[in-house]
């Protein structure tokens, strides 16, 4: 499957494993995986401009306004390494993000080849958000119940502490999921209207998951450029 291109949107809310999956999907597929949480995170870490403005939004659990965050995956998608596709985890996010995304497919001569909505229960996905920590040094993703480290609070790779995304914790995770119904959800639709939307069950495994993802994109409307 990787002979052609793969421009892939992952859609699904917070804590669902889009990160997971789109890891997966960039080394199968030899694309680079575009997280624009990912990016923040970087931006707010280095003290860029960029960051300073993200930083008050994310810690609120609130979306970062549309046109910073088109801005700055117009950029990300003109770099050499998208040329030949990428997996987008995280954008878009609004009905916006997803009509600009659009106008920018269509002035390259672009178009998206598949969108992945990865579903399951808001009790799951709360579970998984609240629970979940990570090293503070090499990033590496732990849960609480499902994937504890070996030594409480110790990461199993580098023996770096574990931390709590600060956006993790319960209040805001409930605002980050109110954000996701009502800004995000409608773009199944949207997408379900083109016939790009692929809707694949996120409970499992992560192995199970991303096979379920790639029987997926087989069914997916197949381009010939
Ligand atoms: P994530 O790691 O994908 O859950 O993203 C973390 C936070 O970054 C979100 O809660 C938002 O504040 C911000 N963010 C990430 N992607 C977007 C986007 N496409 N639009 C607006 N804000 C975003």
């Not at 070996?150 to 993790?168: K, M, N, S, T, Y």
């Not at 209040?171 to 639709?189: I, M, N």
């Not at 209207?193 to 996120?202: F, I, K």
């Amino acid at each position: 499957m990787s002979a052609r291109t793969w421009r892939l949107v992952l859609l699904g809310p917070p804590g669902v494993g889009k990160g997971t999956q789109g890891k997966l999907l960039a080394q199968a597929f030899r694309i680079p995986q575009i997280g624009t949480g990912d990016i923040f995170r970087n931006a707010v870490k280095e003290r860029t401009p960029m960051g300073s403005v993200a930083t008050t939004y994310m810690d609120a659990g609130k979306l970062v306004p549309d046109d910073v965050t088109i801005g700055l995956i117009e950029e990300r998608l003109a770099a050499p390494d998208a040329q030949n596709g990428f997996v987008l985890d995280g954008f878009p996010r609004t009905a916006q993000q997803a009509t600009a995304l659009d106008a920018m497919m269509h002035r390259n001569n672009q178009q998206l080849d598949g969108v992945i909505e990865i579903k399951v229960e808001p009790d799951e996905v709360l579970r998984r958000l609240t629970g979940r920590r990570l090293c503070a040094v090499c990033q590496t993703l732990y849960h609480l119940e499902s994937a504890p480290t070996r030594l409480p609070g110790v990461c199993d790779r580098c023996a770096g502490p574990l931390i709590q995304r600060p956006d993790d914790d319960k209040a805001t995770v409930l605002k980050r999921l109110d954000e996701y119904q009502r800004k995000t959800a409608p773009l199944a639709e949207y997408y379900g209207r083109s016939g790009l939307l692929r809707v694949v069950d996120g409970n499992g495994d992560v192995d199970e998951i991303f096979n379920r993802i790639i029987t997926a994109l087989k069914t997916s409307v197949v381009r010939t450029a």
